[in-house]
C-alpha cells in the first residue's frame, strides 16, 4: 500500500514563515530611486461634462514629470472587468473621460517625483463642469425623461442591429465617448440599460391561478466595498523594451489585455507578475489601477507607482452592486411553489441605492486645524445629502488626535436615529452646531489680553500691512474656554474683524507676514471639509474610514 502519510494531517503552510517574518514581498514593497509616484485629480460632482480644465500651474510645479487627461491619452474604449474573453461588458470607459459619471471619476492623472508633490499638482488643478442631472436609484434610472448615464454612439463588433445607423442619430454631445459591445446584450443606453434578459419556465399565470395564496415582495440589498487590508496597487516599469507590471491582481491575464489596448503595444511586450495579494474578494478582478499606472510608465519611460488611498477604495472603485429584486410568488397550502416571478435590477458602478433602516451610518469629514479646537464630540451636526437634499441630524463622535499629512484632522458624524433616507457613497454637507448663544464669538486664547484692572481685550486692525498695521484695543468679556479657543463677547464687536493673533504688542510683525490675520467667527454652524477638491463628507456605512479626503493616489 502506498504510503499516504500526508494525508489528514497538519501540515506547515509554505509560505507562512516568509509572511510572518516580513520576508515576503508585496506590491506596495516595491521602490526605485528614480520611480514616479502617480495621483488622481477626481470629479467632486456624480454627472458632468468638462467644460475647461486649467492644468497650467500644477504642470509648472517643480517635480511633475506629466499630467495626463482625457486631451492627451488615447480614445481607447474599454472594460474594467476581468471576467472573460471576450469580456461582455460593455467597453464604456477611456483612461480619462471628458464626461463624469460619479464623485471620484477620474479627470486627470498626475505623474510626479513624489507623492506630495502628486497631491500639490492635483490642489493646482482647475475644472469647470457643465453639471447634468443624476440618477442614484434603479427607479430613477428607469423613469420616463431620466438623465443618461451614456449617451453617445453605439459599436458593436457583432450582431450589430440592423437600425443601429438610426440609432445612433440620437446620440448626444461629442464628449459622452463610446459604447462598444461586442455582441447585442438586451442593451438600451437611451435607457440607462447596460445589459438585459428575459426568460421563463412553464406557464406563468396557469401557476397563480392555481396557487392558494400569492406573495409579492420588494427586496433592496446595499452597496458593499470589499475593503481588503491592501488597497489596489501597482509597480510599473520598463525592462528589455518590455512594460513590467508588478501588482495586486485576482486576473494578470486580462490586466496584460487591458493595459495592450490602452498602451497601443502587442501583448507580448506586456509581462504582468502577480505579487502576493493583500486580500482581493473578488474586487482585484478588476482592472482599477494597472491600466493608468502601466500608461503612465510607458509614456514616461520611467518606474512608476500608484496605490489608492483607503478614502479612494471606497469612492473610486468598483463594488459589489446593489439589487432591487420585485419578486411574486404562489403557492398551495401543502407548500407547493405554483409560481415564481422575480424582476432583478442593478444599479452599476458608480452609482449607489438608497439605504434605509440601517444602523451605524456614518458620515466621514476633515476639519482643518484652524478649526479643530473649537470642538468636542457629541456635539449636534446637520447633515444634508448632495442628492436630495434632505436634512438629518447627527452626533460628532470622532475626532482623530493627530492631524493628517495635510494638516487637518479626521472626524466621524453618526447620523442620528435609523431610516435616515440618506445615499450610501453619496456627499453629504455637514455643518457642527458649535453654540448656539447669540452674539459670541471665538478667537484663539492668547488673543485675548488682561488690563491691570482685570478687565480683558482683543486688539482689532485698523490699518496697514506688515510692520506697519496699526491695532485698536477693543473691550470684550470671555466666555467658555478650552485649550486653544475662548468664547468673547463684546458690543464693538463685528464677525469678520480682524485682530491679533497674540494681544502682546511686544511681540513684533515680520514685514510681508501677518499674525494679525486671525479672523472673527460667530459660534454657530461650522461647515466642515478638507478644503480640496472633493466633497465635505461622505455617507459611508460602519464605523470610522473612508470618506473623500483629498485628490490622494499616493
Known amino acids: 500500500m502506498r504510503d499516504v502519510a500526508i494525508l ?12 510572518v517574518l516580513g520576508r515576503a514581498k508585496f506590491a506596495a514593497d516595491y521602490y526605485m530611486p528614480d520611480m514616479l509616484y502617480g495621483g488622481v485629480f477626481r470629479s ?25 487627461t482625457a486631451y492627451n491619452t488615447p480614445e481607447t474604449h474599454y472594460m474594467q472587468a476581468g471576467q472573460g474573453n471576450p469580456e461582455p461588458s460593455p467597453h464604456d470607459r477611456r483612461l480619462f473621460n471628458l464626461k463624469v459619471r460619479h464623485v471620484g471619476d477620474r479627470v486627470a492623472g498626475i505623474i510626479a517625483r513624489t507623492p506630495e508633490i502628486a497631491d500639490q499638482a492635483a490642489a493646482l488643478i482647475k475644472v469647470e463642469y457643465e453639471p447634468q442631472g443624476a440618477v442614484y436609484t434603479v427607479e430613477e434610472a428607469m423613469a420616463e425623461g431620466a438623465p443618461l448615464v451614456h449617451n453617445g454612439e453605439v459599436v458593436y463588433n457583432a450582431g450589430a442591429p440592423a437600425d443601429l445607423a438610426e440609432y445612433n442619430k440620437l446620440a448626444g454631445d461629442e464628449r459622452e465617448g463610446k ?5 447585442p446584450l438586451g442593451a438600451d443606453i437611451h435607457k440607462n440599460i447596460a445589459a438585459s434578459n428575459k426568460g421563463g419556465i412553464g406557464d406563468m399565470e396557469k401557476g397563480f391561478a392555481e396557487a392558494d395564496a400569492i406573495v409579492e415582495r420588494t427586496y433592496q440589498t446595499s452597496q458593499i466595498q470589499h475593503t481588503p487590508l491592501e488597497p489596489h496597487v501597482c509597480y510599473a516599469h520598463i525592462e528589455g523594451g518590455r512594460l513590467v507590471l508588478n501588482c495586486a491582481t485576482q486576473v494578470p491575464y ?18 504582468v507578475i502577480k505579487e502576493r495579494v493583500g486580500g482581493g474578494y473578488g474586487s482585484k478582478q478588476d482592472i482599477l489601477v494597472e491600466d493608468l499606472t502601466g500608461y503612465a510608465a510607458w509614456v514616461t519611460g520611467k518606474p512608476v507607482y500608484y496605490r489608492n488611498t483607503r478614502a479612494e477604495e471606497f469612492y473610486a472603485n468598483s463594488t ?21 416571478d422575480a424582476t432583478v435590477g442593478a444599479v452599476c458602478s458608480g452609482t449607489v441605492a438608497t439605504i434605509q433602516d440601517v444602523d451605524n451610518l456614518t458620515v466621514e469629514v476633515t476639519i482643518p486645524a484652524s478649526s479643530v479646537g473649537r470642538l468636542k464630540t457629541g456635539l449636534q451636526c446637520n447633515i444634508t445629502s448632495d442628492a436630495t437634499d434632505d436634512t438629518v441630524t447627527g452626533t460628532l463622535t470622532r475626532i482623530d488626535p493627530v492631524a493628517n499629512d495635510s494638516g487637518s484632522f479626521g472626524a466621524t458624524v453618526t447620523v442620528n436615529g435609523r431610516d435616515s433616507g440618506l445615499l450610501v457613497g453619496i456627499p453629504a454637507k455637514v455643518e457642527i452646531v458649535i453654540s448656539t448663544k447669540d452674539n459670541v464669538f471665538t478667537v484663539p486664547r492668547d488673543a485675548v489680553g488682561t488690563n491691570d484692572d482685570g478687565s ?29 479657543y475662548v468664547e468673547i463677547t463684546g458690543s464693538d464687536l463685528n464677525e469678520g474683524d480682524v485682530i491679533r493673533a497674540t494681544a502682546d504688542l511686544t511681540q513684533g510683525i515680520e514685514s510681508g507676514t501677518s499674525d494679525s490675520d486671525v479672523q472673527m467667527m460667530e459660534n454657530g454652524d461650522l461647515y466642515v471639509g478638507d478644503g480640496s477638491n472633493m466633497p465635505e463628507g461622505t455617507v459611508v456605512m460602519g464605523g470610522p474610514g473612508g470618506g473623500p479626503g483629498g485628490p490622494g493616489g499616493q
Not at 254 to 271: D, L, Q
Open 44 to 68: 467632486t460632482v456624480p454627472h458632468a461634462y468638462i467644460k475647461k480644465l486649467n492644468l497650467e500651474k500644477a504642470r509648472a510645479l517643480p517635480g511633475v514629470a506629466a499630467v495626463l
Open 320 to 340: 459589489r452592486h446593489p439589487m432591487r429584486v420585485k419578486v411574486k410568488m404562489g403557492g398551495k397550502k401543502d407548500g407547493t411553489i405554483t409560481a415564481l
Open 179 to 183: 459604447v462598444v459591445y461586442q455582441f
Open 254 to 271: 486580462h490586466v496584460r489585455r487591458i493595459v495592450s489596448w490602452v498602451c497601443g503595444i502587442p501583448e507580448n511586450k506586456i509581462h
Open 8 to 19: 489528514g494531517r497538519d501540515h506547515i503552510k509554505v509560505d507562512s514563515l516568509d509572511k
Open 456 to 484: 480683558t481685550y482683543v486688539l482689532r486692525k485698523t490699518g496697514g500691512e506688515g510692520v506697519d498695521m496699526t491695532f485698536e484695543q477693543v473691550a470684550v468679556t470671555e466666555g467658555d474656554t478650552n485649550d486653544y
